[in-house]
């Protein structure tokens, strides 16, 4: 299984950070490596051009789950 990207040095980002991630799997790994940081807020949401929910297909490897 792959592994959620390592998030940029904090010393590169400044303010808040909102996180979007409609994986379950992976949303729980990226809420994790969030907690020590009080200014990144992690949701776990789709984003898109307009208001809805969909269902989203959630594949054994990660890169493949989609909307589609």
Avoid: H
Avoid at 41 to 51: R, Y
């Amino acid at each position: 299984r792959r592994a959620v990207c390592p998030a940029l040095p904090r010393k590169w980002l400044y303010g808040r950070i909102i996180s979007y991630e409609p994986n379950p799997n992976v949303f729980a790994q990226l809420k994790a490596r969030s907690e020590s940081d009080v200014n990144w807020q992690v949701q776990q949401k789709a984003v898109g051009d307009k208001p809805g929910t969909l269902l989203f297909n959630v594949a054994e490897e990660t890169q493949m789950s989609s909307l589609l």
